[in-house]
C-alpha cells in the first residue's frame, strides 16, 4: 500500500520551515530562523513576511535535494492556516496553494497550536489520547483537555501575558536580548533562583494563570536596586524569575491533572524547551506517578515537521481543504464543553 508523501510548511511567525513525511514518518526538515529580528528585540511583521518570501522557495528546494526528491513524490500539501502574523501566513498559504494547484494534489490547512501539542508524537502511528496539555509559548499559555485531534476543552489559561511574553519583557528589563526565553534559561544556569522570592499568581477555584503582576514586581524590584548590584546578580535575577514562572505552571498543571483524574501531561510550545520547565515536571510527574510527554527540543519551537505531521492525520482521515482557505491570524482551537 502507497504511504503518501506529505510536504508541510510554516510559516506563522519568524521560522521558514518545511518538511517532508512518508506516511506518519519524517523524511527530512529545515527550519531557517530570520535573524534581521533581533536588533529589534521582537519581531518585526513587515520584515518577517519579506524575509519568508525570500526563503521559502530556496528552503522546499534544499530539503527536496537534500531527501533526493522532487515534487513529483508529493502527494498532498499541509501549511499553517493559522494563528500567526497575517502576512506571514499568506507567503506560505499563497505558496502552499499554487503547489497544490500546479500539482494536483490535495490542501491541509493546519492549525499551529494543534501541532504544537501534537508534536510530542511526531513519527508514532497512533496518539495516546486522552490527556492533558500544557501548552505554552509567546502568545498562549493554556490547560487543554485533549480527547484527540479537534477535540479540547480549555480547562485554564492566562489572564494577561503568556508565559513566552513574559520572559521576552523581562528579558528586555534586565537588558540581555532577545528571544528572551532561550537567553534567560541560560543565563539562570548560573545564577541562584532562591536569590530574590518573586510573586506567583494563583485564583481560587480556578486553573488560570496571571504573569502580568510578576513582571511588573520584577520591574519595581530593578527599579529599587543600583545598575552595580543588578549586573552582579543579573543571573539570581534570571533565575528566580525563571524560578516563579516555573513554578506556577507546574503546579498548575499537576492540580489540574489530579483533580481531572489525567494520568497523562503533555508540554508543548516554544517555552516546552526550557531546561527547568521540563526538570521539574520529571520531578512533579514522578511524585504523582503521571506520565509525562516533552517534544523533542527540535519540535519545541515553531517548525514544519509538526505541520506535516498534522497533514498525514488528516490525510489518513482524507479530510482535505478547498484552495479558498483564507489565512487566519487569531485561529483558535474548537473547545467543547
Same mark, same amino acid.
Given at each position: 500500500m502507497h504511504e503518501p508523501v506529505i510536504l508541510g510548511i510554516e510559516t506563522s511567525c519568524d521560522e521558514t520551515a518545511a518538511a517532508l513525511f512518508r506516511g506518519h514518518r519524517l523524511i527530512h526538515h529545515i527550519t531557517a530562523t530570520q535573524l534581521v529580528h533581533t536588533d529589534y528585540g521582537g519581531v518585526v511583521p513587515e520584515y518577517a513576511s519579506r524575509e519568508h518570501n525570500k526563503l521559502l522557495g530556496p528552503v522546499v528546494r534544499g530539503?527536496?535535494?537534500q531527501a533526493e526528491m522532487t515534487l513529483?513524490?508529493?502527494?498532498?500539501?499541509a501549511v499553517t492556516q493559522g494563528p500567526g502574523l497575517a502576512g506571514s501566513l499568506l507567503v506560505g498559504l499563497s505558496y502552499a496553494k499554487?503547489?497544490?494547484?500546479?500539482? &494536483? +494534489?490535495?490542501?491541509?490547512?493546519?492549525?499551529h497550536i494543534e501541532g504544537h501539542i501534537f508534536a510530542n508524537f511526531i513519527g508514532q502511528k497512533e496518539l495516546p489520547t486522552p490527556f492533558l496539555c500544557l501548552l505554552v509559548s509567546g502568545g498562549h499559555t493554556q490547560l487543554i483537555h485533549v480527547?484527540?485531534?479537534?477535540?479540547?476543552k480549555l480547562i485554564g489559561q492566562t489572564r494577561d501575558d503568556a508565559a513566552g511574553e513574559a520572559f521576552d519583557k523581562v528579558a528586555r528589563l534586565l537588558g540581555i536580548g532577545y528571544p528572551g526565553g532561550p537567553l534567560i534559561d541560560q543565563l539562570s544556569r548560573e545564577g541562584n533562583a532562591k536569590f530574590h522570592h518573586f510573586p506567583r499568581s494563583s485564583f481560587p477555584n480556578s486553573y488560570?494563570?496571571?504573569?502580568?503582576?510578576?513582571?511588573?514586581?520584577?520591574l519595581q524590584?530593578?527599579?529599587?536596586?543600583e545598575s552595580t548590584f543588578i549586573?552582579?546578580?543579573?543571573?539570581?535575577?534570571a533565575a528566580s524569575f525563571q524560578e516563579a514562572v516555573? &513554578? +506556577?505552571?507546574?503546579?498548575?498543571?499537576?492540580?489540574?491533572?489530579?483533580d481531572l483524574g489525567h494520568n497523562r501531561i503533555v508540554l508543548a510550545g516554544g517555552v516546552a524547551a526550557n531546561s527547568r520547565l521540563r526538570q521539574r515536571m520529571i520531578e512533579l510527574t514522578d511524585e504523582h506517578s503521571m506520565k509525562l510527554f516533552q517534544p523533542d527540543l527540535r519540535f519545541c519551537t515553531d517548525n514544519a515537521a509538526m505541520i506535516a505531521y498534522m497533514g498525514y492525520w488528516k490525510a489518513f482521515f482524507n479530510n482535505p481543504d478547498s484552495l479558498d482557505i483564507a489565512a487566519i491570524p487569531n485561529l483558535k482551537l474548537s473547545f467543547g464543553q
Open positions: 530539503m527536496l535535494e513529483d513524490d508529493i502527494d498532498g500539501i499554487g503547489l497544490a494547484l500546479g500539482m &494536483d +494534489v490535495p490542501l491541509y490547512g493546519i492549525n480527547e484527540g485531534p479537534q477535540t479540547y488560570d494563570f496571571s504573569f502580568s503582576g510578576l513582571k511588573t514586581n520584577v524590584y530593578i527599579n529599587k536596586q549586573k552582579s546578580h543579573l543571573a539570581d535575577i516555573v &513554578d +506556577v505552571l507546574s503546579k498548575q498543571s499537576i492540580q489540574a491533572a489530579r
